[in-house]
């Protein structure tokens, strides 16, 4: 049958075994699962030296219902998907932030890179823009003009490995 400890509305800790030992809390169920609700924080803290393990053989969630959720790490992060695409939306907005010299590396090994901002202004500022492509490579405009310009000092330079051409429709 069921355990209860506390129903009655009486505020009480519960301590189980001491945390200067290697004593722990081992908790097993069936099918029902684990069910933790609170009306206040739920902390979970492993200490100075110790890791956080949660494992999940289903699909599973972090959700808030209100206010942001903030993963922070102190080293180095990865996330990744043993399968399958890794997304990543927000609904008012993405943004990445290098806050030092290493900046953002952005890697497509195999397929297309496709970056999509039909509709919009996309908007390059770099103080250096390298722009390199393989064979055949083509910046294409699809309405309007295509404006290349330096717009307060040096000069403009097309080169052609071979002999280029210049036409209008």
């Known amino acids: 049958g069921d355990i209860s400890i506390g129903t009655n509305g009486t ?14 809390i081992i908790m097993t ?6 069910d933790v609700d609170a009306q206040g924080a739920i902390d979970i803290d492993a200490g100075t030296t110790s890791a956080i393990s949660l494992q999940g053989s289903a699909n599973s969630d972090f959700t808030t219902s209100a206010g942001a959720l903030t993963l922070t790490s102190a080293a180095g992060a990865t996330w990744s998907t043993g399968a399958g695409a890794l997304v990543v939306s927000g609904d008012d907005g993405l943004t990445l932030t290098a806050a030092n010299a ?16 039909v509709g919009q202004t996309v908007n390059l500022t770099a103080e250096v823009f390298d722009l390199e492509g393989g064979a055949n490579s083509e910046i294409n405009v699809t309405e ?12 403009l330079t097309l080169t052609g490995a071979a002999a280029s051409t210049w036409s209008t429709s």
């Open 11 to 24: 505020a009480r800790d519960i301590t189980i075994g001491d945390n200067t030992t290697t004593s722990g």
């Open 29 to 34: 169920t069936g099918t029902g699962g684990i």
């Open 102 to 117: 290493a900046g953002i590396t952005m890697n497509s090994t195999a397929g297309t890179m496709t970056l999509n901002g």
């Open 144 to 155: 309007g003009e295509l404006l290349l310009k330096t717009t307060t000092s040096g000069a």
